[in-house]
C-alpha cells in the first residue's frame, strides 16, 4: 500500500470516529428541538384547558366529571393525532373522546403498556369543608363560594423516542430530584454530570409522581396552569365530597 493510500485510510478511519462520537449530539438537538416546540404547544394548550375547565365547573355546580371531560378534550390535539383514520372530522373527535374521557393516557414503556392520568384538577376555590348542601347566598356579593379557582396540572406525555429520556433525565436533575452521572447519552466518550443547580419547589405529591413515571420509563412533563371564573349556578355538597378532582391527590 501506498503512502498516499495509507493517508486517505487513516483519514476515512478519523472521520468515521468523529461521525460515531458527533452523532447522538447532532440525533439530539434535531429531536430535542422538535420535543421542546411540542412541549411549548403543550404549555399553551394547557392554559387553555385550564380556562375550559374552570367554565364547566361555573356552569355546572363544580361537577368534576364536567371540569375533567373539558379538559381532556381542550388538551387533545397537544397528544393524539387526527391524520390516521377514516371517517369525519367529528367522528373522530368523538372516538378520540371516547378513548381518553376516562382521563388517562396509555403508552408502551420499554415494551410494557403503562398508563397514567392525563390532568389533575385541583380546586383551590370553593372549599368542600365550607360548602353547604344548598348555597342559599349564592347571589350575595359577600358570598365565600362566588368563585371558581383551580389549579391544573397537565401531565404531558414526551413522544419524540431518545428526547424524551435524556429531557426527562436532564429535568430531574436540575429540578434536584435525581442526578445522573453515568455516561453521557450525548458524548459516549465522557460521563454526564447532571446535578442540580437551581432546585424546584415541586409540591411532594407532583415530585413523586414524576419519578415514578420515570422509573417506569413513562416519560411525562407537569404542565401548569391555573384559571378563576365567578360561579354562574351555586355549588353543590354531592360535587365537593373531595377538594380536589380524582386521581388528584388530595395533599395538593
Known amino acids: 500500500m501506498t503512502p498516499r493510500a495509507r493517508f486517505k485510510q487513516g483519514q476515512s478511519g478519523q ?37 375550559r375547565a374552570v367554565r364547566s365547573g361555573s356552569v355546572k355546580h363544580g361537577d368534576c366529571t364536567a371540569m ?35 382521563n388517562v393516557y396509555r403508552s408502551s414503556a420499554r415494551g410494557n403498556p403503562v398508563e397514567g392520568a392525563l390532568v389533575w384538577i385541583l380546586r383551590d376555590s370553593p372549599v368542600a369543608a365550607t360548602v353547604p348542601t344548598e348555597d342559599q347566598n349564592f347571589d350575595q356579593a359577600d358570598s365565600a363560594n362566588r368563585r371558581m379557582e383551580i389549579r391544573l396540572v397537565y401531565w404531558y406525555p414526551l413522544k419524540i423516542p431518545f428526547a424524551d429520556w435524556v429531557i426527562s433525565r436532564m429535568t430531574l436533575a436540575r429540578w ?22 437551581n432546585p424546584t419547589s415541586l409540591e411532594g405529591a407532583i415530585r413523586a409522581e414524576l419519578l415514578r413515571r420515570v422509573s417506569i420509563g413513562f416519560y411525562s412533563m407537569p404542565i401548569h396552569a391555573s384559571a378563576s371564573l365567578r360561579m354562574m349556578t351555586p355549588v353543590r355538597q354531592r360535587h365537593f365530597l373531595t377538594q380536589n378532582c380524582a ?6
Do not use: C
Request: proline share 7%; charged share 15%.
Open 15 to 51: 472521520a468515521s470516529v468523529e461521525a460515531a462520537l458527533s452523532l447522538p449530539l447532532v440525533v439530539f438537538l434535531m429531536l430535542g428541538t422538535l420535543q421542546l416546540f411540542l412541549m411549548l404547544q403543550g404549555r399553551i394548550m394547557a392554559e387553555y384547558a385550564a380556562f
Open 68 to 102: 375533567t371531560h373539558a379538559a381532556v378534550l381542550a388538551l387533545m390535539p397537544s397528544y393524539h393525532s387526527f391524520m390516521a383514520g377514516g371517517g369525519s372530522p367529528a367522528q373522530k373527535l368523538g372516538q378520540a373522546f371516547g378513548r381518553y374521557k376516562d
Open 176 to 197: 434536584g430530584l435525581q442526578d445522573y452521572t453515568a455516561q453521557d447519552p450525548l458524548t459516549p466518550v465522557r460521563r454526564a454530570n447532571w446535578t442540580a443547580e
Open 247 to 252: 386521581p388528584a391527590p388530595e395533599v395538593l
